[in-house]
């Protein structure tokens, strides 16, 4: 009678079958821990078994278990600019219409889109009347931003000039500058809705000034520049400010009709068609 086999084979192929090998897997487990490379530590019992399975080699193993935690890293990394980002709309530049009748031009968008303005510190302006798409497109331009890894963040000119006075008067003025000045994409949008107090006005040219030719602004305004002395409440303050502002910059003049109410009047249309139909 032929004796049969007794060793069993362990059921998982990556599965340490000897003590030493139990300790060495434990010690890999450790040394992840350590390293805190949770994701990869996470996988490692997966990673294991595939790399016995395909028969990997010990590079590719290790290649495919570091990926895991490279990339768990970058959308950690990415959900945190996008957290700091504060974007207050979902708005992307993908689902921006550009046959709205705005006269966006969508090249122009596209170029910027790729972030390459963001190496040459040049500034965005955006000028339009309200509900054109201002603000869609510097959430998306920001959005954009965040992903591709630049510091991004979005405020309006109202919420900065309000957060600077605060500030001034709890003596944080110099780390609030240094806040506005970290950002690699900086949006202020609604420059113009709100009358800006003077001081609000200077705290707004501070932070321009400090960005100027170190990083990217994109600004938002109703206002045509010709009128920002008025709502800066001080003509040499908006001279200085739109002197940085525009030294290197794209100025994108929105116009057309509105899109809100473009949806509003296309909305009313259909109900008063639908109603003379009745
Ligand atoms: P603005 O900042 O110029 O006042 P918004 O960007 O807030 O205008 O636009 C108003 C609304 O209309 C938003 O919901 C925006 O997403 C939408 N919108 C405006 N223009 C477009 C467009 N060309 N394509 C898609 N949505 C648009
Ligand atoms: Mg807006």
Known sequence: MTP???TPRPADPAAPNTP????LYQQLRAHLDV?????????????????????LSVTAALERLLAIEVDATAARRLAGRL?????????????????????????LIEDLATGRYLESATNI????????????????????????????????AADLAARCHRAAI??????????????????????????????GASALFQVIATRYTKSSTILTTNRPITSWGEVLGDTTVAAALLDRLLHRSVVLD?????YRLRDHHARTHALRAAANHV
């Open 125 to 156: 302006l955006m000028i339009g009347p309200p509900g054109v798409g201002k603000t869609h497109l510097a959430v998306g331009l920001a959005r954009k931003a965040a992903e591709s890894g630049y510091r991004t963040y979005v405020t309006t």
């Open 4 to 6: 049969t086999r007794t």
């Open 170 to 199: 709890e003596g944080r003025w110099a780390t609030t500058m240094r806040f506005y000045a970290g950002p690699t994409c900086l949006v202020i949008d609604e420059l113009g809705y709100l009358p800006l107090p003077a001081e």
């Open 254 to 258: 929105i116009g057309g009709d509105s």
């Open 35 to 55: 390293l805190k490379l949770n994701d990869a530590a996470e996988h490692l019992p997966a990673v294991l078994d595939a790399a016995a399975a395909e028969n």
């Open 20 to 23: 030493a090998q139990a300790s």
């Open 83 to 107: 957290r700091f980002a504060c974007l207050p709309t979902p708005a992307t530049l993908e689902d921006f219409d550009y046959d709205a009748g705005s006269g966006v031009d969508r090249h």
